[in-house]
């Protein structure tokens, strides 16, 4: 196939310039190795079966025609060395296969066909001409059939790769999406946590110092933990990258919680085996939610509730604030809502059942869990 692009490659005007030199080197070549002289009128039956090749591309029927014509006064002339094969006329004729439309294809089907049978002077010379008449429009039609498979499977293979190339756009869009949130949730977490004990770390140093110890312990963590989870982050977009730490899940729930000071962890239930998608899924929620809790809620106190449920996971936090207002959290609970989508969950918010504060309630199912065995 590589030979052959090459040829096609090549200028068309060279391409005929070769066939037309090679065709009337084969026609002359009896006149070399045949005894006698010959009158040079002859050579001009030749030169008009090999010359006309060099338009052959632009007039294929003209240019079949003119060979078709040219041939029979070689034999009206005479007195020549015997032309076994007429090479410029199979040229043509595989020309006017590739190149023709069919309607044009008919008509010098049936007028090759005629005139064959009338200028050939035996059965023979008729078979002989037609055998070779058919396998040039043969060969003439399978290179077509042949060329246009070529270029489907290349346009099939360009289009497959389009696919794969938007693909490829679409899987880094979402990942970096998901990086998007992820670090979203990360810094808003960490930054909410620290404003609030760092407001309440003055008063505490005044009234009770143990607290504003605790508020600092509280700060350094969260940001220990927060440039932690941002450095693993960073790295995945590194093309060369070292050992990472691994996403937080369920098991770090309670330390994320702990950091809260009006937040308390109750889990029930038998714990199932969740894939590990859907564990930092749940993780990011429980962390998202206390985000608008301690930025938006004004909250007392809130709860985050894990229920292990007979197929599924139930994630629920209810906080006594006043729930988002207006703008207030909405990127938040859309990338929960997102998460939970992802995972095949849902994800529902709204007012907290008491008629007080605000409730985040996600569903996380257990058919992406991995079972083990």
Known sequence: M????????????????????????????????ADGE???????????????????????????????IAVPFY?????????????????AVYTVAYRSP??????????????????????????????????????GRVAVL?????????????????????????AAQQERARIARDMHDILAHAVSVMVVQAESGPLAVRTRPERAEAAFDAIAASGRDAMGQLRRMLGLLKETQG??????????????????????????????????????????????????????????SAEVRLTWEAEALRVTVTDDGRGPRGGEGGQGLIGIRERAAACGGTASFGPAPSGRGFQVSVRLPRGLAEVAG
């Open 243 to 300: 050992p990472l730490d691994p996403q937080p899940t369920l098991d770090r729930v309670p330390e994320l919680v702990d950091r809260i000071a009006q937040a308390t962890l109750v889990e029930t239930g038998t714990r199932l085996d969740l894939c590990h998608d859907a564990e930092v899924a749940a993780y990011r929620i429980i962390q998202e939610s206390l985000t608008n809790v301690v930025k938006h809620a004004g909250a007392r």
């Open 102 to 139: 069919p309607p044009h294809r008919l008509v010098a089907i049936v007028l090759t066909a005629v005139g064959t049978l009338f200028f050939a002077g035996s059965v023979d010379t008729y078979v002989r001409t037609l055998t070779a008449w058919v396998a040039a429009y043969a060969l």
């Open 2 to 33: 590589a030979l052959l692009d090459r040829l096609r490659a090549l200028p068309p005007a060279l391409v005929n310039l070769a066939l037309t030199v090679g065709v009337l080197a084969a026609q002359l070549a009896p006149f070399t190795s």
């Open 75 to 91: 034999d009206i002339i005479g007195n020549g060395p015997d032309q076994p094969i007429w090479y410029g006329w199979i040229v």
């Open 38 to 68: 010959w009158p040079l009128v002859l050579l001009l039956p030749v030169l008009a079966a090999s010359l006309p090749l060099l338009l052959r591309r632009r007039f294929p029927m003209t240019v079949m025609f003119a060979v078709l």
């Open 146 to 170: 042949t060329r246009q498979q070529s270029l489907a499977l290349r346009e099939r293979a360009m289009r497959l790769e389009r696919e794969r190339e938007l693909a490829g756009e679409r």
